[in-house]
């Protein structure tokens, strides 16, 4: 396995509720599931563990281990935001349509639960050129399984975080766990020694995430997201 930068170059905003979203491990792990046929819309903790022997010997990422627990040699995502903004996805009946006929029956329509419920949500959109990935892994097996993602992070349906092209770079040095001295990844608070300026979060270090025993208190990078050149709309 080799040191490696990915890159994903980006057409649309991302959105994204944190910094460290979206995770390279999380995605590949999908794409192997879902090559597979492997892949559950709602996940338990028993499926989770029935596929663990799938994703462990199909990842294209080197596993680490640090006093007895192992985690896949990624970082978090690192980029330079552009500018954010918040745009708004609605949904309401139209009581006015024309061509509805029920004729003499009396219909009602429910708004306030289920398929026809009303919502005014926000999607807070982050405006990113490219998303970095540093990584321990075999290039060319990462690249099959990335190929075939066209979006990336939240609201993917609604056209966000469109990737128009993937690259993946060799690199001399390992970056996964720390860049210039900056922590790049999330890790337990008692695998590490405590970094420079990292917060500390009761975080999902590696996936799948909503498995109990992967949260843990972490200290956090904080230095992934360059906000420098960030302009507010």
């Given at each position: 396995m080799?040191?490696?930068?990915v890159?994903a170059?980006l057409?649309?905003?991302?959105?994204?509720f944190?910094d460290?979203s979206?995770?390279?491990d999380?995605l590949l792990e999908?794409?192997i599931?879902?090559?597979?046929?492997?892949v559950?819309?709602?996940p338990t903790?028993?499926?989770a563990?029935?596929?663990?022997?799938?994703?462990?010997?199909e990842m294209?990422?080197?596993r680490?281990d640090?006093d007895g627990e192992?985690y896949?040699?990624?970082?978090s995502?690192?980029?330079?935001?552009?500018g954010?903004r918040?745009q708004r996805y609605?949904?309401r009946?139209?009581y006015?349509?024309?061509?509805?006929?029920?004729?003499?029956m009396?219909?009602s329509?429910?708004t306030?639960?289920?398929h026809?419920k009303s919502?005014?949500?926000?999607r807070?959109?982050?405006l990113?050129r490219t998303?970095?990935?540093?990584c321990?892994?075999?290039?060319e097996?990462i690249?099959?399984?990335?190929?075939?993602?066209t979006?990336?992070?939240?609201?993917?349906?609604?056209g966000?975080?469109q990737?128009?092209?993937?690259?993946?770079e060799p690199?001399?040095?390992?970056?996964?766990l720390?860049?210039?001295?900056h922590?790049?990844?999330?890790?337990?608070i008692?695998?590490?020694?405590?970094?420079?300026g990292?917060s500390?979060?009761?975080?999902?270090w590696?996936?799948p995430t909503?498995?109990p025993?992967?949260?843990?208190?972490c200290y956090?990078?904080t230095e992934n997201v360059?906000?420098s050149h960030?302009?507010?709309?």
């Amino acid at each position: 396995m080799n040191n490696l930068h990915v890159i994903a170059h980006l057409s649309t905003p991302l959105v994204a509720f944190d910094d460290w979203s979206p995770s390279l491990d999380a995605l590949l792990e999908f794409q192997i599931l879902d090559r597979l046929g492997l892949v559950s819309p709602n996940p338990t903790i028993a499926d989770a563990e029935r596929v663990a022997p799938i994703v462990q010997r199909e990842m294209p990422l080197e596993r680490r281990d640090i006093d007895g627990e192992w985690y896949w040699a990624v970082s978090s995502p690192h980029y330079v935001l552009l500018g954010e903004r918040t745009q708004r996805y609605r949904k309401r009946w139209d009581y006015h349509d024309r061509h509805l006929r029920w004729g003499k029956m009396r219909q009602s329509v429910d708004t306030q639960a289920g398929h026809y419920k009303s919502y005014d949500l926000p999607r807070y959109e982050r405006l990113i050129r490219t998303i970095h990935w540093f990584c321990v892994g075999h290039r060319e097996a990462i690249l099959h399984l990335v190929e075939g993602v066209t979006h990336i992070g939240k609201k993917r349906a609604q056209g966000c975080g469109q990737v128009v092209r993937w690259e993946i770079e060799p690199l001399e040095q390992d970056w996964h766990l720390w860049r210039a001295g900056h922590l790049a990844r999330p890790m337990p608070i008692h695998l590490i020694p405590p970094p420079n300026g990292a917060s500390i979060l009761n975080w999902g270090w590696k996936p799948p995430t909503f498995l109990p025993e992967n949260k843990t208190l972490c200290y956090m990078p904080t230095e992934n997201v360059c906000r420098s050149h960030l302009v507010m709309a």
